[in-house]
């Protein structure tokens, strides 16, 4: 991204590249038509309009001096690369993404700020690349102090996310596939009331009966209260494209509301996507971790004895992606524990200690089983080989992960591996950048090790997203290479030309 100076003038250099330019006055013809006797020995009026002044077209010549003007008038725009957290801005610099970079960037406003979403799953299609691009999720709001009552579930469907103009251009092997690429971005909602901010949020998607009818759809919503709600989102899902479909009152209830935690608040939350009735996971500040089930008949149990075994907060939970009985949980207290829901004990069956700060967050690889990413509050995030992992502390945690990267300077607040490529992995921290990596890069590469000059940049570092205090960070499971994030300004949806 580069930063530009932001000047009163932006607004009359963008009218003026909006705008027609005079053209010139057509002759005048009062005074008639005449017969010249030497009319063979010159060009026709005809020719001397074609052949300009100076031997152009007067089109050609007036195209080249509009564009010395525009470039006479444009706002001052500094191409270095900005790199937050090394890098400041000056007196009024903004910085201003490089849509060369994008084939896809949109931000949506929402009336709340979200610290957490996740992306419903829809029936438009896998591996799709046609724009405009539509996709649906749901996410929890964070009223200010004393508003609390304001605070949302919001159920969403974003359409009309087209591709950008640079890239329309590019794309010579799309001919006309794509219609109303131009149109502008939609936000549609449909909203849950709450009564306490949404901490984290998760969906999921029960396989479809049949094709007549669409998968039933759930939440978890962990609120700051301590209560984990469950709400079932399909009605609210199908009316984006039912027109006239009313949702009721009773269809926006919570289907259960979980106390286990006791009004203890926790940020840690995990569907498994190997039980397709549900099966849920939870955990909260005092370092407990509940298993809730969802039954034949369509009731919620959770297990009334927690695994126990953190010093400090749950911040994450994973459940494994190949063991159905197998998760995962990342602590304040520096470790990542593994565990098996079978122990009689509730007690970990692995424990490592991976950070000497709170580990925020972490993700297991859907690619390659024996993978785990964590985020750190130091800024560090690391990817382990959990066959690498024995029983007690790690003295160096650094020299036993496959990878760790220092590049953020504040703390990591989301990591998601690519649901399709086991080397790429989205990242975001409180610096405000939300990065994306490609593990694939070999360091002794000597090409990889080209970094166009700039320093302290791994060569594993694909791109660099700047986002007002990004929070969470997915990826869109159907639209390759798509993510989308939440921050302070809104929600974020764009696809780099690097993935």
């Not at 996507?273 to 034949?296: C, H, M, Q, W």
């Not at 990591?415 to 989205?426: F, G, R």
Request: with cysteine; net charge negative.
């Amino acid at each position: 991204m580069g930063k530009r100076a932001a000047e009163a003038g932006d607004g009359e250099s963008n009218a003026l590249k909006g705008g027609s330019r005079p053209h010139k006055a057509e002759d005048d013809d009062e005074l008639g038509d005449f017969e010249d006797e030497y009319e063979d020995e010159y060009e026709s009026e005809d020719e001397i309009f074609e052949a300009g002044v100076d031997g152009r077209p007067d089109e050609e010549r007036e195209a080249e001096e509009r564009e010395a003007e525009e470039r006479k008038d444009a706002m001052d725009v500094d191409q270095q690369t900005f790199m937050p957290a090394r890098n400041k801005l000056g007196a009024g610099e903004t910085l201003a993404p490089d849509p060369s970079t994008y084939e896809m960037l949109h931000t949506l406003s929402t009336n709340w700020p979200c610290l957490s979403f996740d992306i419903v799953p829809d029936n438009l299609g896998d591996s799709r690349k046609t724009y405009p691009a539509t996709l649906y999720a749901v996410a929890g709001t964070q009223a200010e102090a004393g508003r609390e009552k304001e605070n949302e579930l919001m159920v969403m469907k974003l359409s009309g996310l087209s591709r950008m103009e640079k890239a329309r251009h590019d794309d010579e092997s799309d001919e006309s596939d794509d219609d109303n690429e131009d149109e502008e971005p939609i936000l549609e909602c449909k909203a849950i009331p709450l009564t306490s901010t949404t901490n984290r949020v998760r969906a999921h998607q029960a396989p479809q009966a049949n094709s007549s009818v669409p998968p039933t759809t759930v939440t978890a919503t962990m609120t700051e209260a301590g209560q984990v709600l469950i709400h079932d989102i399909t009605p609210h899902l199908t009316s984006f494209d039912s027109p006239g479909t009313t949702i009721t009152p009773q269809q926006s209830k919570p289907l259960s509301t979980l106390r286990m935690h006791k009004a203890t608040e926790g940020y840690a939350l995990d569907w498994s996507a190997l039980v397709p009735l549900g099966k849920l996971l939870t955990g909260d500040n005092d370092g407990k971790i509940f298993v809730t089930s969802r039954t034949e008949g369509g009731g919620w149990v959770t297990e009334t004895r927690p695994f126990a075994g953190h010093e400090g907060s749950v911040e994450e939970l994973q459940w494994s992606p190949t063991e159905r009985n197998v998760f995962a949980s990342a602590s304040s207290d520096g470790t990542v524990k593994v565990w098996d829901v079978r122990s009689k004990s509730r007690s970990a069956a692995l424990s490592v200690q991976v950070s000497g700060t709170d580990v925020n967050v972490a993700s297991w690889s859907r690619q390659t089983a024996h993978l785990l990413a964590t985020g750190a509050d130091d800024g560090v995030w690391a990817v382990w080989d959990l066959r690498q992992w024995k029983a007690g502390p790690v003295k160096d945690p650094g020299k036993t992960a496959v990878a760790s990267f220092d590049f953020h300077k504040e703390q990591i607040t989301s990591v998601e591996w690519h649901p399709k490529d086991d080397s790429i992995v989205a990242v975001a921290a409180g610096d405000n950048t939300l990065t994306l990596w490609d593990l694939a890069v070999e360091l002794d590469d000597e090409e990889s090790r080209d970094t166009a000059g700039v320093a302290e940049v791994p060569p594993q570092l694909l791109f660099v997203h700047y986002m007002e205090m990004v929070k969470e960070a997915h990826w869109h499971p159907q639209i390759p290479g798509s993510v989308m994030a939440t921050g302070a300004g809104g929600l974020g949806v764009f696809k780099t030309i690097s993935v």
